[in-house]
């Protein structure tokens, strides 16, 4: 059933994903593996609007598998010379819109226990930590050597009060908290 529901997945046009000096540009859909765990995928690379400079990357994975309890709806890496402009909290605001319209009213987003800064993004966009939980030996993860993962619900639905999730902060166009 599972593979079923991923070959029937459909796609939807992000639209224009843009905040300030942050443009996410779709790079890939990738329609998952279901023998893998892996469900159906948006993945995009963040870009400084001025002048298209890379800046990272964010997925918004829609699904459910045992290997989404360990990976989250979202993910996200930030260039380590680009960190600082709370870009990773200022995509996942962008696609609050896009997961909302795939019929979701939550998102899950997990970090490693040593993540501080990522810790701190989740929170930023109104996560609240749920659980950590440890990673079998059987998931791709464990072979790359996470072990623990801490889990944060991020409320989105309608009744989360605001349009962009929670109680998350809003941010100005230049990534400073508004």
Not at 39 to 62: C, K, N, Q, T, W
Not at 148 to 166: D, H
Request: aromatic share 8%.
């Amino acid at each position: 059933m599972a593979r079923e529901r991923m070959q029937r997945f459909q796609f939807l046009d992000p639209g224009e994903l843009v905040d300030g000096d942050l443009r996410l540009a779709l790079a890939l859909c990738y329609q998952g593996n279901a023998a893998l765990g892996m469900v159906p995928s948006y993945e995009f690379h963040m870009r400084r609007v001025p002048d298209g400079v890379r800046l990272g990357a964010v997925s918004l994975r829609i699904g459910e598998s045992e290997h989404m309890i360990y990976v989250g709806n979202i993910g996200y890496g930030v260039a380590e010379e680009h960190r600082g402009h709370r870009y990773a909290a200022r995509s996942t605001l962008l696609l609050v819109p896009l997961a909302r319209r795939h019929g979701l009213t939550e998102l899950w987003i997990t970090t490693d226990p040593d993540n501080w800064a990522s810790q701190r993004t989740i929170e930023l966009v109104g996560g609240q930590y749920v659980e950590s939980v440890l990673v079998p030996p059987h998931d791709s993860l464990y072979g790359r050597g996470d072990r623990i993962k801490l889990r944060y619900r991020v409320p989105i639905g309608p009744e989360s009060g605001t349009e962009q999730g929670g109680s998350a902060a809003r941010f100005d166009g230049a990534g400073a908290m508004a």
